[in-house]
């Protein structure tokens, strides 16, 4: 039934109980009930002799009621005929994490629905040294020139510029742009079907977690 035998100061912390109070508790009276049957499942591995111990995320209800994020180790720790003896139950609070990972899922949702719903062309670039390489492009990019996205994704950005636009690229702009600086230049962008695309370009440098300059983020407006 995974009653309580003992409990340390630390999951008394985190749950909020004190220790009498947590040794009163049952299993199933902290964990989150979404999460309980995935719990039970493991500890049935266990009972059968599958498994001797096992790791999973779970989610533990404290004793104020807030939801709390966790990971969980379990070990099984048997007697000499084989039988069970006890559980230890290791839970260490992932919450702050948790959380985090959250926000940045749902910063990214958010950048991508403003990147595929902006009025203008917009791309992605990753640095190499022969010149840009486009990661990414939005509709707007796809529609206006009149490419699928296998099409322009992976390839060099010069596929998609007039000869006057490339040299206007790679002789100064690229350079300034991975130098860290802003750029607004006019360019000749190329259709599939062969039309001159007149835009004005915006490109800001993109950087990593290092702040190392890895590409650019390239907006054009059809003019």
Not at 112 to 134: C, K, N, W
Not at 169 to 179: G, I, K, P, W
Request: charged content about 25%.
């Amino acid at each position: 039934d995974r009653d309580w035998i003992q409990v340390n100061d630390r999951l008394c912390e985190i749950l909020g109980y004190s220790r009498e109070d947590l040794i009163q508790q049952s299993w199933s009276d902290i964990t989150h009930p979404d999460d309980l049957g995935a719990d039970i499942d493991q500890v049935n591995r266990i009972k059968i002799g599958e498994i001797e111990s096992y790791s999973v995320e779970s989610r533990f209800i404290r004793k104020d009621g807030e939801i709390i994020f966790a990971s969980l180790s379990v070990v099984c720790i048997r007697q000499e005929d084989g039988s069970i003896d006890y559980l230890i139950n290791y839970l260490d609070d992932i919450t702050e994490r948790k959380l985090v990972e959250q926000h940045l899922v749902a910063s990214e949702k958010q950048h991508r629905s403003i990147f595929e719903d902006a009025p203008m062309t917009y791309v992605l670039t990753a640095h190499q040294e022969s010149g840009p390489i486009i990661t990414d492009a939005n509709t707007q990019f796809l529609t206006t020139l009149g490419y699928d996205y296998h099409e322009v994704a992976g390839h060099p950005s010069v596929e998609f510029y007039t000869p006057a636009s490339n040299a206007q690229m790679l002789e100064r702009d690229y350079q300034e742009a991975m130098a860290g600086r802003f750029i607004q230049q006019e360019r000749q962008l190329v259709a599939k079907d062969g039309r001159i695309v007149e835009t004005l370009l915006y490109a800001l440098p993109e950087y990593d977690v290092d702040n190392n300059v890895i590409g650019t983020r390239a907006i054009y407006v059809d003019i």
